[in-house]
Nanobody, 122 residues
């Protein structure tokens, strides 16, 4: 029901935008989050946005560099990543929860995408 795309390889300081297409849900009724899993590490919170798109929270490591957004008419969420660093390398997962409230907690998300890989070289 969630399909992430847009990953790729970029040099440090560059930008990428990853997308998450949502199928089978009324997207605006659901909070959405992005999570990052670096090689050999556990998955961690990156950003979250509420159903209306007017409340966002970010991890300290990406604040000021990444922007989460959504287009409910297109059933798609986005993560714009600027000033990328090598430590941003890894798989990025989108997730959607049953209620339209933003949350940083992984276990509160019900639906998960397959992940899209981002590689940042120094």
């Amino acid at each position: 029901q969630l399909q992430a795309s847009g990953g790729g390889s970029v040099q440090a300081g560059g930008s990428l935008r990853v997308s998450c297409a949502v199928f089978g849900l009324t997207f605006g009724r659901h909070g959405m989050g992005w999570f990052h899993q670096a090689p050999g590490k556990s998955r961690e919170f990156v950003a979250t946005i509420n159903g209306r798109g007017d409340i966002q929270y970010y991890s300290d490591s990406v604040k000021g560099r990444f922007t989460i957004s959504r287009d409910n008419a297109k059933n798609t969420g986005y993560l714009q990543m600027n000033s990328l660093k090598p430590e941003d390398t890894g798989a990025y997962y989108c997730a959607v929860r049953r209620i339209p409230i933003a949350t940083m907690t992984q276990k509160e998300y019900t639906y998960w995408g397959q992940g899209t890989l981002v590689t940042v070289s120094s």
